[in-house]
């Protein structure tokens, strides 16, 4: 009798948009297939824990659903009916459509649309080679971190912080504004296991009940909006009671007296009005932090996507400053890595071929710029061809009504590569079947750790798909490109790219699978100084500074920013009309719109719903259960209504990016999200949002 072969195990890298960039071992069944995916045990950050999602792969690398030819549309945009053609003929009509809107309208007019469907460098970025090889529109990334970012930078100067690892030196741990339990469940690990061998104390802080939350010794559930309230009320305690290192903020921060009297107005009393915290409440918390010198602080991304996000970021970021814990291992504040990674990315991106005279569209705005807005259009022509990889902006983007409406132009020419028909290839004029991870080589940044990863191709891709690289380089050439990246394979952009940036060879990195860039301890941690000329902490936040570290556009007068670190009340107000505030949080199946395709996703999350406590719910005569509607002046969207005590009174949480078809009416979520940019230099609050809710049955 034969005996079956055991699989092989390959070191792979989760492509996907979670701080974790989690190290794999991969089941390679044979050249076609992947059986299990585990992480993997020698990563000192992955500890053989990853997501269910992730561990559930093979259903979404083998989904029957998957794109595996070309096709061009064959009736109305968005009706569904499709003709295959082969490659040959997709990129002929693709080349003779730009070329005829280049001489029409000018190379602006066409716009390469992307975004973090995979995180790997190659096949992410170098989208940007087209871009600028031919002069199109500029795209502004401001979806995810234009709101979180400019608020560290403000404050530190750069990019980095505490080494995550000594979450297991720490006595304290502020988790604030994320909910690793579903998006980086390896934080989680860290955490829980600080606590057994050290008692680490967990504090949690978000907008509800989360499963994190549900993990704490401390679980500080505040409006929507209010972190900033909450953090300066925090360093008036500080004060107060002498909690503060008044040495520490002499010699590292820019701390004087003017901050200090306008903390002095910043009183419990003052922030529990605005947080919905007791005064009590907010002094525990100041008074443990303020008496617990290693303490860390993992700052999320979530409590930014608010239009007062980047003062939310800067003002909590601002409380380890005040108790000196900077100077301690296991001290400190953490964010993202991304300042450490000093890298080449000349020859992915083609950036000697950037003409800087080229607008920039925000991304964020997707649906204005689409719809003829000038503002958004930057005074210039419309947009008449779009050419999109790595996202889904008719189910992502805020303001749907907008995206929908532009995507539906006739008069817009659209090219989606993608790996299933989403909602956005749905609306294309030809769509392109793309690899997943597993079918191509890329490397990938940890900005949750400081490792980077080398993600090799172990199985074929099925079908006709064709990697980003590929399809980007194959364009390039029939329009007319010359440039060395034309010339050579993914594996060897990487390899290259590696090089270039000092990383090393790839032959040798490929034997480990990463390269460690961890800065020192004492520089990342700012243990002497911060990135700024004096070396010190910015209470008085620098967005100027921070504009010129990452070239950030203004969008509004300096003059109406907070002067010190604080609560900034600009978010969208509620009124008689619109009395709740929405947030659209994640949720733990699905990344995004990714993975609503899976089978195990969709049992956890089988439609969409809205929580809301039952009190409410009572005064608006919904039952549990009930099908109801979501409205505000830019759409309505059909939910099912889940009573849910977690949150506070007047706050609905709407878990994950469903599909739009999910909902009935078609309508999703991100319907009622608007898409002007959060200040000062964009981005989009998706969890800011004031609507009203009433039963579906209920005639308006």
Same mark, same amino acid.
Not at 6 to 24: E, F, G, K, N
Not at 34 to 43: C, E, L, S
Not at 289 to 303: H, I, W
Not at 335 to 346: E, F, R, V, Y
């Given at each position: 009798?034969?005996?079956?072969?055991?699989?092989?195990?390959?070191?792979?890298?989760?492509?996907? #948009?979670?701080?974790?960039?989690?190290?794999?071992?991969?089941?390679?069944?044979?050249?076609?297939?992947?059986?299990?995916?585990?992480?993997?045990?020698?990563?000192?950050?992955?500890?053989?824990?990853?997501?269910?999602?992730?561990?559930?792969?093979?259903?979404?690398?083998?989904?029957?659903?998957?794109?595996? $030819?070309?096709?061009?549309?064959?009736?109305?945009?968005?009706?569904?009916?499709?003709?295959?053609?082969?490659?040959?003929?997709?990129?002929?009509? &693709?080349?003779?459509?730009?070329?005829?809107?280049?001489?029409?309208?000018?190379?602006?007019?066409?716009?390469?649309?992307?975004?973090?469907?995979?995180?790997?460098?190659?096949? !992410?970025?170098?989208?940007?080679?087209?871009?600028?090889?031919?002069?199109?529109?500029?795209?502004?990334?401001?979806?995810?971190?234009?709101?979180?970012?400019?608020?560290?930078?403000?404050?530190?100067?750069?990019?980095?912080?505490?080494?995550?690892?000594?979450?297991?030196?720490?006595?304290?741990?502020?988790?604030?504004?994320?909910?690793?339990?579903?998006?980086?469940?390896?934080? *989680?690990?860290?955490? *829980? /296991?600080?606590?057994?061998?050290?008692?680490?104390?967990?504090?949690?802080?978000?907008?509800?009940?989360?499963?994190?939350?549900?993990?704490?010794?401390?679980?500080?559930?505040? /409006?929507?909006?209010?972190?900033?309230?909450?953090?300066?009320?925090?360093?008036?305690?500080?004060?107060?009671?002498? %909690?503060?290192?008044?040495?520490?903020?002499?010699?590292?921060?820019?701390?004087?007296?003017?901050?200090?009297?306008?903390?002095?107005?910043?009183?419990?009393?003052?922030?529990?009005? &605005?947080?919905?915290?007791?005064?009590?409440?907010?002094? #525990?918390?100041? !008074?443990?932090?303020?008496?617990?010198?290693?303490?860390?602080? /993992?700052?999320?991304?979530?409590?930014?996507?608010?239009?007062?996000?980047?003062?939310?970021?800067?003002?909590?970021?601002?409380?380890?400053?005040?108790?000196?814990?900077?100077?301690?291992?296991?001290?400190?504040?953490? $964010?993202?890595?991304?300042?450490?990674?000093?890298?080449? +990315?000349? @020859?992915?991106?083609?950036?000697?071929?950037?003409?800087?005279?080229?607008?920039?569209?925000?991304?964020?705005?997707?649906?204005?710029?689409?719809?003829?807005?000038?503002?958004?259009?930057?005074?210039?022509?419309?947009?008449?061809?779009?050419?999109?990889?790595?996202?889904?902006?008719?189910?992502?983007?805020?303001?749907?009504?907008?995206?929908?409406?532009?995507?539906?132009?006739?008069?817009?020419?659209?090219?989606?590569?993608?790996?299933?028909?989403?909602?956005?290839?749905?609306?294309?004029?030809?769509? %392109?079947?793309?690899?997943?991870?597993?079918?191509?080589?890329?490397?990938?940044?940890?900005?949750?750790?400081?490792?980077?990863?080398?993600?090799?191709?172990? &199985?074929?891709?099925?079908?006709?798909? !064709?990697?980003?690289?590929?399809?980007?380089?194959?364009?390039?050439?029939?329009?007319?490109?010359? $440039?060395?990246?034309?010339? &050579?394979?993914?594996?060897?952009?990487?390899?290259?790219?590696?090089?270039?940036?000092?990383?090393?060879?790839?032959?040798?990195?490929?034997?480990?699978?990463?390269?460690?860039?961890?800065?020192?301890?004492?520089?990342?941690?700012?243990?002497?100084?911060?990135?700024?000329?004096?070396?010190?902490?910015?209470?008085?936040?620098?967005?100027?500074?921070?504009?010129? +570290?990452?070239?950030?556009?203004?969008?509004?007068?300096?003059?109406?920013?907070?002067?010190?670190? #604080?609560?900034?009340?600009?978010?969208?107000?509620?009124?008689?009309?619109?009395?709740?505030? @929405?947030?659209?949080?994640?949720?733990?199946?699905? @990344?995004?719109?990714?993975?609503?395709?899976?089978?195990?996703?969709? +049992?956890?999350?089988?439609?969409?719903?809205?929580?809301?406590?039952?009190?409410?719910?009572?005064?608006?005569?919904?039952?549990?259960?009930?099908?109801?509607? @979501?409205?505000?002046? !830019?759409?309505?969207?059909?939910?099912?209504?889940?009573?849910?005590?977690?949150?506070?009174?007047?706050?609905?949480?709407?878990?994950?990016?469903?599909?739009?078809?999910?909902?009935?009416?078609? +309508?999703?979520?991100?319907?009622?999200?608007?898409?002007?940019?959060?200040?000062?230099?964009?981005?989009?609050?998706?969890?800011?949002?004031?609507?009203?809710?009433?039963?579906?049955?209920?005639?308006?």
């Amino acid at each position: 009798m034969n005996e079956i072969a055991s699989p092989r195990i390959a070191r792979s890298v989760c492509p996907h #948009d979670c701080p974790s960039t989690c190290a794999l071992d991969v089941e390679v069944i044979d050249a076609h297939t992947i059986g299990r995916v585990r992480g993997a045990k020698d990563d000192p950050y992955t500890a053989g824990v990853i997501c269910e999602k992730v561990a559930r792969y093979a259903e979404r690398i083998h989904h029957p659903n998957r794109l595996l $030819h070309p096709m061009r549309r064959a009736g109305a945009k968005g009706e569904g009916k499709w003709q295959r053609i082969t490659w040959d003929e997709a990129f002929e009509e &693709i080349v003779a459509r730009f070329r005829t809107i280049e001489d029409e309208f000018g190379p602006e007019a066409i716009w390469p649309y992307f975004y973090a469907g995979t995180m790997g460098h190659v096949h !992410r970025d170098g989208i940007h080679r087209l871009r600028h090889a031919r002069g199109y529109s500029r795209q502004y990334e401001t979806i995810c971190t234009g709101t979180a970012w400019p608020g560290y930078l403000a404050g530190t100067g750069w990019l980095t912080g505490t080494h995550t690892e000594q979450i297991l030196e720490s006595d304290c741990l502020v988790i604030w504004g994320t909910n690793p339990v579903h998006t980086q469940v390896n934080l *989680m690990t860290h955490a *829980m /296991r600080a606590r057994k061998e050290r008692g680490t104390r967990i504090v949690v802080v978000d907008i509800y009940r989360t499963a994190t939350m549900e993990q704490a010794d401390m679980g500080l559930m505040i /409006r929507p909006g209010s972190d900033g309230a909450l953090a300066v009320a925090a360093m008036h305690v500080l004060l107060r009671e002498n %909690l503060a290192d008044r040495e520490y903020m002499a010699r590292l921060t820019d701390f004087g007296p003017d901050f200090e009297a306008h903390l002095a107005t910043r009183t419990p009393e003052w922030a529990s009005a &605005i947080t919905g915290l007791s005064v009590a409440e907010i002094e #525990d918390f100041a !008074r443990l932090v303020g008496t617990t010198p290693r303490t860390f602080f /993992r700052l999320g991304y979530g409590f930014t996507r608010q239009r007062n996000g980047s003062t939310n970021m800067h003002a909590a970021l601002s409380i380890p400053a005040m108790t000196g814990a900077w100077q301690h291992r296991g001290g400190g504040a953490f $964010h993202t890595h991304g300042g450490a990674w000093a890298l080449d +990315k000349s @020859l992915i991106t083609a950036a000697e071929l950037s003409d800087p005279n080229v607008r920039w569209l925000d991304m964020s705005e997707i649906g204005p710029v689409l719809t003829g807005d000038a503002r958004a259009l930057k005074n210039g022509g419309a947009v008449k061809a779009l050419f999109i990889q790595n996202t889904n902006p008719m189910n992502v983007a805020p303001n749907q009504e907008l995206v929908r409406a532009g995507f539906a132009r006739e008069d817009l020419f659209t090219v989606v590569h993608e790996q299933f028909m989403t909602e956005t290839a749905d609306m294309a004029d030809i769509v %392109l079947p793309a690899t997943m991870f597993l079918e191509h080589n890329d490397y990938y940044t940890r900005s949750g750790h400081s490792r980077v990863l080398f993600g090799p191709k172990v &199985i074929e891709a099925p079908g006709e798909a !064709r990697s980003n690289f590929a399809v980007v380089g194959e364009l390039s050439r029939r329009l007319g490109v010359e $440039h060395p990246s034309l010339e &050579i394979s993914d594996r060897e952009m990487v390899a290259e790219t590696l090089r270039r940036s000092g990383y090393g060879e790839l032959a040798e990195i490929e034997v480990t699978g990463f390269v460690d860039r961890a800065l020192p301890d004492e520089t990342a941690r700012f243990a002497d100084g911060f990135a700024w000329p004096d070396g010190k902490y910015r209470f008085a936040p620098d967005w100027q500074g921070a504009a010129d +570290k990452k070239g950030y556009q203004w969008g509004c007068d300096p003059a109406i920013l907070p002067r010190f670190a #604080d609560h900034w009340d600009v978010n969208e107000p509620t009124d008689e009309d619109h009395p709740f505030r @929405l947030a659209t949080s994640p949720a733990r199946a699905f @990344l995004n719109s990714t993975f609503t395709e899976t089978p195990g996703s969709r +049992k956890r999350h089988p439609e969409p719903v809205v929580f809301l406590r039952a009190e409410d719910a009572a005064e608006l005569g919904i039952a549990d259960g009930d099908a109801v509607t @979501l409205g505000n002046r !830019r759409g309505e969207v059909e939910l099912t209504a889940r009573f849910f005590e977690g949150i506070q009174r007047g706050v609905l949480i709407a878990e994950g990016i469903h599909a739009n078809r999910s909902h009935r009416g078609g +309508k999703g979520i991100n319907t009622l999200i608007g898409s002007d940019p959060a200040l000062p230099f964009g981005g989009a609050a998706f969890h800011d949002c004031s609507v009203w809710i009433r039963p579906s049955s209920q005639p308006k």
